[in-house]
């Protein structure tokens, strides 16, 4: 499978950028040491160089917005083709939503998934995972894998890991937290890979006014890191970005699915489910009314 799927990518993106079609194709290559890493092909001999395999876990669509914007101010914005995952295309849905990068600057090259790799093992949030195929696409590659729904349990069983931290006491949600983000370093690397986060300036660096400070104790990094979890309110797509760069392993993630949670609960929305619904939190109706 991750060969054929491989074989598919370069052979559209050879076919794009040989037609002049798009500027660039941001996929992934293999690095010296073996693994994979984000990798834009310019030409046919960079097309050459993408891979695919389950290990690919990048959200790809972080790059979107710096490459269709023009080089100079005349120039028109180019456009580009990325390899997605169907919660990478969510992510690109967002994107959209807010404005951020335009539909028809996008090819959106489609993987069929059949749920990515940690080590040897499938990861907790891929077996949870019902798509398959993103929702929308230029083209697709690879044979979408059959999934036995009755494996997967119901809703309930969806939101387990939430569950079990929605159980604990507060104090020993409090004690839990505090845990994970004593180990913090302040990398940023959650933010960097998020394609949520895209604010030109931060509120962990914004100088004035100073809504966080630098310091590395524990109530200045969990300001920081529940501050930006309500920023993806309704927007966080699920795809584990920000666990897979943290070099701590602090379970980010599932402080958004908490929230996520929330949204799905209150509206009924799964960010960028949808290509024709805008997130909630950026719409307003003076009819709505919310459960008690």
């Known amino acids: 499978m991750s060969q054929e799927i491989q074989n598919g990518i370069q052979i559209r993106a050879r076919e794009l950028l040989s037609l002049g ?24 001999a960079g097309a050459d160089r993408l891979v695919w395999d389950r290990t690919c876990h990048h959200n790809l669509t972080v790059y979107l ?3 269709v914007l023009p080089t ?13 995952r169907p919660c990478d295309v969510r992510a690109l849905n967002v994107l959209i939503h807010e404005g951020q990068v335009v539909r028809d600057s996008i090819f959106v090259i489609g993987v069929a998934c059949p749920g990515m790799l940690d080590g040897d093992v499938v990861p ?20 979408p894998p059959q999934v036995d729904a009755s494996s997967r349990g119901d809703v309930d069983d969806a939101w387990a890991d939430v569950a079990e931290l929605e159980g604990m006491a507060p104090v020993e949600r ?6 994970e983000f004593d180990r913090c370093i302040r990398c940023y690397a959650c933010r960097q890979a998020c394609p949520g986060c895209y604010c030109f300036e931060c509120l962990a660096e914004q ?30 797509v699920e795809c584990h970005a920000c666990d897979q760069a943290c070099p701590m392993h602090i379970p980010l993630s599932l402080l958004n699915r908490k929230i996520a949670k929330e949204v799905e609960v209150l509206f009924g929305y799964t960010a960028g489910a949808d290509p024709d619904t805008p997130p909630p939190l950026a719409t307003f109706r003076k009819d709505e009314e919310l459960p008690l």
């Open 72 to 84: 100079r101010r005349r120039d028109a914005p180019s456009r580009v083709a990325v390899v997605a």
């Open 174 to 179: 409090l004690a839990f937290w505090t845990r």
């Open 65 to 67: 917005r710096d490459q």
């Open 21 to 44: 079609e798009v500027g660039c194709v941001i996929g992934h290559e293999r690095s010296p040491k073996g693994r994979v890493r984000p990798f834009f092909a310019y030409d046919e």
């Open 124 to 143: 907790d949030h891929c077996q949870r995972c019902k798509e398959r195929v993103p929702v929308f696409y230029d083209a697709l590659v690879g044979e």
């Open 207 to 236: 100088v004035d006014p100073a809504w966080a400070s630098i310091a590395h104790w524990v109530p200045q990094k969990a300001f920081f890191h529940i501050m930006r979890a309500y920023h993806l309110a309704g927007r966080c």
